[in-house]
């Protein structure tokens, strides 16, 4: 994998806040219920961060354990001591080294994907594609669980994403990125429309494999939308099988 770009530690504090609860917690207790009867389940959460998602997952299955693998230093400081759960720092980069060494039975990467960049789109897409890949490889994890934010063009469905991308990433115009809103300014990010996280997701873990959870759409000020090109902008949730066969 291409070495990959770290946020700042002043953009990294952004993060410090609970991202799934109402009706996303929700969609993510539906599956662990059905897939988990007796709520007896190890799980990793990579880019788990200041650890609120995993606390919360612990509480409410009582039998569950804990990886929780991130590589802000910042985050991984505030995380609570639990006995049942492992805290790592260290980077998806290095995520094969625990794969192997942990039988983990759901992964959890919440809001990670988008920020796997590298200098440029291209390799930043293949950063994504690497780090499911790794995921793929290890059959003996039963389910993948992704939240990602879909942003969706007009006419061109993924070019909001190529906007953006070359916006935030691109350091002379950090400060005017930032001040438009950008918690990525000057490093980039790589949100994607929703059908190209479909296309990603057929091609990796195949037809039929996942199921997905669609939330409200977001007001986004017109001058953005036309600036960026952006139809709609949604977060799903997709809960992937890692062990069906593909179509
Ligand atoms: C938007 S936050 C999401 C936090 C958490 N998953 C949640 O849903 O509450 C992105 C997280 O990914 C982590 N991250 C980004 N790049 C990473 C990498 N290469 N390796 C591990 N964690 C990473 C960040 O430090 C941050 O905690």
Redesign the pocket.
Same mark, same amino acid.
């Given at each position: 994998m291409d070495k =990959?770009k770290?946020?700042s530690s002043d953009q990294?504090e952004s993060?410090n806040?609970?991202?799934?609860n109402g009706e996303l917690w929700d969609a993510v207790v539906n599956f662990i219920d059905r897939d988990f009867i007796t709520g007896e389940f190890t799980f990793l959460?990579?880019?788990?961060?200041?650890g609120?998602?995993t606390d919360r997952i612990l509480a409410h299955y009582p039998k569950s354990h804990a990886i929780l693998?991130?590589?802000?230093k910042n985050?991984i400081e505030i995380n609570k001591e639990n006995p049942r759960k492992k805290i790592i720092l260290?980077?998806?980069?290095n995520l094969e080294t625990y794969l192997s060494v942990n039988h983990v039975d759901i992964v959890?990467?919440?809001?990670?994907l988008h920020? =796997?960049v590298s200098n440029t789109y291209r390799q930043t897409r293949q950063n994504i594609e690497n780090t499911l890949k790794v995921i793929r490889s290890h059959r003996d994890v039963h389910y993948l669980a992704i939240?990602e934010n879909m942003y969706n063009g007009i006419w061109f469905d993924n070019l909001p994403s190529r906007l953006i991308f070359q916006l935030t990433s691109f350091k002379p115009a950090k400060m005017l990125m930032k001040r438009m809103g950008a918690n990525t300014a000057g490093v980039g990010v790589s949100f994607l429309s929703m059908k190209k996280w479909m296309s990603i997701f057929d091609a990796l873990f195949g037809r039929g494999s996942y199921q997905r959870v669609d939330f409200g759409l977001w007001n986004v000020p017109l001058i953005r939308k036309l600036f960026l090109h952006i139809k709609t902008i949604h977060m799903s949730l997709f809960w992937i099988n890692n062990n069906s066969s593909p179509e």
């Open positions: =990959l770290q946020l990294l993060f806040t609970e991202y799934v959460d990579i880019g788990g961060g200041n609120m998602f693998l991130d590589n802000a985050l260290d980077s998806v980069e959890f990467i919440n809001w990670v920020h =796997l939240f």
